[in-house]
């Protein structure tokens, strides 16, 4: 791996003095704070711990347990705030050695392999990515700390000198003197309102950019002037799966929310245009048809003021801009008086508003002003990229939930219904699915849990009434197991009046979430089912012909491990185009990967890259969680990076990887290669999560049961009808736990038993030749030896022989035997010496890292004991000691980069 390569969202500079340079700056202002605001004894402290971790371990292991627990809070929170503080140096030091051709790179490689620039033109307009926001639980930091750190960033990058070192230095004050904990935990619309900070940073900041690039290299498309190959998703207000916390009610005031910000994004976008247009009549011809809008705009708006119409009388741009921009306010006050959207007076939703600017684009090229006609350009392709609800909402609920709300209607019919078996089950739904009566009266008599469920389409329903189709228009069935959990939310959704298979309506699309390894090996069948309903049919074609289907990460690895995750994922892909190809439906894949190698994460460039032939067809939608959103996107130079390279990554695979890059008859070789491991890995993971001293050795030798109170998220780390033991745990707190006591099992463990087994085999020339010419295996080894880094089993050894009852040692020992055995595997495959060999400066990196880290993990050990000693005596926790131990969590993320 040649210096300069991007892993995990760092860069490996081959020179990386200045960022040293700037992190002993910043630390330095750090330690004039810490003096300042604690006295010198602190910082005397954290420098004796910081040394001592280094040269004497357990000296200054023994000296964190003897710390009173002030003392303990204040150390903590200066290693994390290092944390903080390096991270954002590093973030700044990445934004300028960002690359600035990613999309003329793919134009020559598209030349290079014969492609002219009109097909690639063509190719470039069908591509759509989304990147899809969620509330998922694995951002550590507030959202304070957040945007202090932004604002810190800034001053980085800003020339250095005394007025610049006085604002740093105050905003590394504050940032101290600011808390580091949430006080309570955030609900749906506290989650939202975080997502929509991102989605306005972005909006002004990096997305113009963006699109602006993209156009000037595959220019415009005469028909379709401001179609944008850049869109957002939204699961945040919708994700109800096992989250009671997200009701109808809620679901629809989120997309009020993001409506509101939405409209003042297009209202700045259109009163700046109006401050350019200012052409007069006096000087160039008008068309007549925006003449006649205007004076219709203006006899539908008499709240326009008369000063306008005076002073612009000869300025129809600009008074069309007035008109714009006043039906645009309209729309926000017809919102939150919740009245009926009336034509001409207010928007339905984005299109409508283009259609107004589209007339003046005509009128300025049909009278000689295709220069000033670009001015709309820009403020066109945000609100195309925007639209009036800033992002789509997904709907996620369980299919249990469905099932159980058709069983209460069936009942009350007098038939069966949950007695069914699935195949007798999916031949009831379709034969309903083309009923065209109702399959009860409305209001339905439902319970509550049921009413809530059904409450969730007719919310849809509600805010596409009330924005347009694109409010919400996607709906996910999570646990799908076979094609009635998808045909059951069908005949739901055509209860709701959301689709008509007779008719050929779908005002939503159904999608089936492949979580387990059992449905992703069904995933062909299951999509097969689904498809040969002649009215589900209908629906798929009435969008388009296009079936969408989730991918879920980090169930699937919780379940078998990442090896057989990994590889089940990509087998079902292959499996699901040939059966969509059958039908002649396009499948688009929605790649569900959290932050973590363990969740489906790594660098996204390599993991689209690394995708089946023919997986993307224009369209790339994929979850953005957690620390990644902060990492990817809380600086502008960052953010238009990584949204320029997830469009190059998908235009390089919809134009050149949409057939085989193999030769012929190579994943046929390898293919059995990689059963061999997968089955290798799967036989050695399954020994560690079925034993049945599992659950109790990883609660106790990790902090896992103190996430809850970190307040990540509004959704419970359990599922409702989860177990206590292990099955129950959501991937997040799974992740978590493994990660914060630095075992990370879930990004590696099995790899080694599975490369062994194909060693054994007789396949390690076909392992070779994989890791040379197969990306989806070197994607894969690259992201377990980044994994294998983070794992540091002196410090776990510690959690487990400090934590857990000695009886469960033994898991320690199967865990540590399966790290060497993974380490070795990976060396041996990579032809390294050691890991990371390749990207020294990257190893540096963490090392140092982890000089921080260390005293932070004997920290929280110590007070793991403390807090676990009083459980035991039956004894009130100690507030402080708490919150020492969560600041702890929060400090060892900061340094991992990773919570879960």
């Not at 409506?259 to 160039?284: E, F, N, P, W």
């Not at 979850?623 to 998908?650: F, H, P």
């Not at 990883?698 to 780390?717: E, I, M, Y």
């Not at 934590?803 to 390294?832: D, K, N, Y």
Request: charged share 25%; glycine share 8%.
């Amino acid at each position: 791996m040649p210096p300069g390569t991007k892993i995990d969202g760092m860069h490996t500079s081959p020179d990386d003095s200045a960022l040293r340079a700037d992190i002993r700056r910043i630390v330095g202002m750090l330690g004039d704070t810490l003096t300042r605001q604690e006295g010198p004894a602190v910082l005397e402290l954290v420098e004796k711990v910081r040394s001592g971790s280094r040269e004497d371990r357990d000296a200054t292991a023994d000296l964190l347990d003897r710390l009173d627990v002030a003392s303990a809070t204040r150390l903590v929170r200066a290693f994390s705030a290092y944390f903080h503080l390096a991270n954002v140096t590093e973030q700044v030091h990445r934004s300028r050695t960002t690359r600035a051709h990613w999309l003329s790179d793919v134009v020559a490689s598209a030349r290079s392999a014969g492609i002219s620039d009109a097909e690639l033109r063509r190719i470039a307009s069908t591509v759509e990515l989304r990147p899809v926001f969620t509330a998922h639980p694995t951002e550590a930091a507030r959202r304070t700390k957040l945007v202090q750190l932004a604002q810190i960033a800034e001053l980085l990058d800003a020339e250095p000198g005394p007025k610049v070192d006085t604002q740093l230095a105050r905003a590394v004050e504050l940032l101290w003197l600011t808390d580091d904990l949430r006080v309570v935990q955030p609900d749906p619309l506290d989650e939202a309102r975080n997502a929509l900070y991102y989605f306005d940073q972005l909006a002004r900041g990096a997305v113009p950019e963006v699109l602006d690039d993209w156009h000037s290299i595959f220019g415009t498309d005469a028909h379709n002037p401001w179609s944008t190959p850049l869109r957002f998703g939204s699961w945040i207000g919708g994700d109800r799966d096992g989250n009671p916390n997200v009701t109808p009610e809620i679901t629809l005031e989120v997309v009020l929310l993001a409506h509101r910000q939405a409209v003042d994004l297009a209202v700045t976008a259109v009163d700046s245009l109006r401050g350019q247009l200012a052409m007069s009549t006096r000087l160039k011809g008008v068309s007549d048809e925006l003449l006649s809008s205007i004076e219709a705009d203006l006899r539908a708006l008499p709240e326009i003021e008369d000063r306008y119409l005076r002073l612009n009388s000869e300025e129809p741009y600009r008074l069309k801009c007035i008109c714009i921009s006043q039906k645009l306010k309209n729309t926000a006050r017809r919102l939150n008086n919740g009245s009926a959207h009336v034509d001409g007076r207010d928007y339905l939703d984005a299109d409508a508003v283009l259609a107004d600017m589209d007339l003046m684009r005509k009128s300025l090229l049909a009278n000689g002003g295709e220069l000033a006609a670009s001015a709309l350009d820009g403020p066109a392709r945000s609100i195309a990229c925007w639209g009036l609800h800033l992002a789509s909402l997904d709907v996620r609920e369980h299919s249990a939930a469905h099932h159980l709300l058709l069983n209460e209607l069936y009942e009350r019919l007098g038939e069966p219904y949950t007695a069914l078996t699935r195949l007798e089950r999916l031949e009831r739904l379709r034969k309903e699915l083309e009923n065209r009566r109702p399959l009860a009266a409305r209001p339905m008599p439902l319970s509550a849990a049921s009413s809530r469920v059904f409450g969730a389409f007719e919310a849809i329903g509600r805010a596409q009434e009330l924005l347009g189709s694109k409010a919400a228009e996607t709906y996910i069935v999570s646990m799908t197991k076979g094609a009635d959990d998808v045909l059951a939310a069908a005949v739901i959704a055509k209860q709701a009046g959301l689709v008509d298979p007779a008719l050929g309506v779908a005002k939503i699309g159904l999608v089936p979430l492949l979580e387990t390894v059992e449905e992703l090996r069904c995933a062909a069948g299951i999509v097969r089912d689904m498809l040969s309903s002649r009215a589900y049919r209908s629906l798929v074609a009435a969008r388009g012909n296009v079936q969408e289907v989730m991918l879920g990460y980090s169930d699937s690895n919780k379940q078998a491990g990442i090896t057989t995750s990994q590889w089940e994922i990509h087998k079902a892909q292959r499996a699901v185009i040939e059966v969509c190809a059958s039908f002649g439906v396009r499948v688009v894949f929605f790649h569900g990967r959290g932050g973590t190698v363990g969740r489906g994460g790594g660098p996204t460039h390599d993991a689209i890259m690394a995708l089946p032939p023919g997986s993307i067809t224009g369209t790339v939608k994929i979850t953005e969680q957690g620390e990644v959103i902060s990492d990817k996107y809380s600086l502008r130079a960052l953010a238009k990076e990584n949204l320029e390279l997830m469009l190059a990554s998908t235009l390089e695979a919809t134009a050149l990887h949409s057939s085989p890059r193999l030769r012929r008859g190579e994943l046929e070789r390898w293919a059995p290669a990689m059963d061999a491991i997968s089955e290798g890995a799967y036989h050695a993971y399954s020994e560690l999560v079925d034993d049945p001293m599992l659950a109790e050795y990883f609660t106790s030798s990790t902090p896992v049961d103190q996430l809850g109170a970190l307040h990540l998220g509004s959704r419970p780390a359990r599922r409702p009808d989860g177990s206590a033991g292990i099955e129950g745990l959501r991937a997040i707190p799974w992740v978590f736990g493994w990660t914060q006591s630095r075992q990370i099992v879930p990004g590696w463990y099995g790899v080694g038993s599975g490369l062994q087994a194909a060693a054994v085999a007789g396949m390690s020339d076909l392992v070779g030749e994989m890791r040379d010419g197969w990306a989806f295996f070197s994607n894969f080894l690259s992201n377990v030896e980044m994994t294998l880094v983070k794992t540091d089993l002196a410090i776990a050894r510690r959690y487990a022989e400090s934590l857990a009852p000695p009886h469960t040692w033994r898991l320690f020992e199967m865990i540590e035997a399966e790290h060497a055995r993974t380490v070795s595997a990976i060396l041996q495959v990579t032809g390294q010496d050691a890991l990371l060999e390749r990207a020294p400066v990257l190893r540096r990196t963490l090392a140092v890292r982890d000089s921080y880290l260390t005293p932070i993990h004997d920290l929280q050990l110590s007070l793991l004991r403390r807090v676990r000693a009083a459980q035991r005596a039956g004894e009130p926790q100690d507030p402080d000691v708490e919150r020492a131990l969560l600041l702890c969590v929060n400090g060892i993320a900061a340094g991992l980069r990773n919570t879960g």
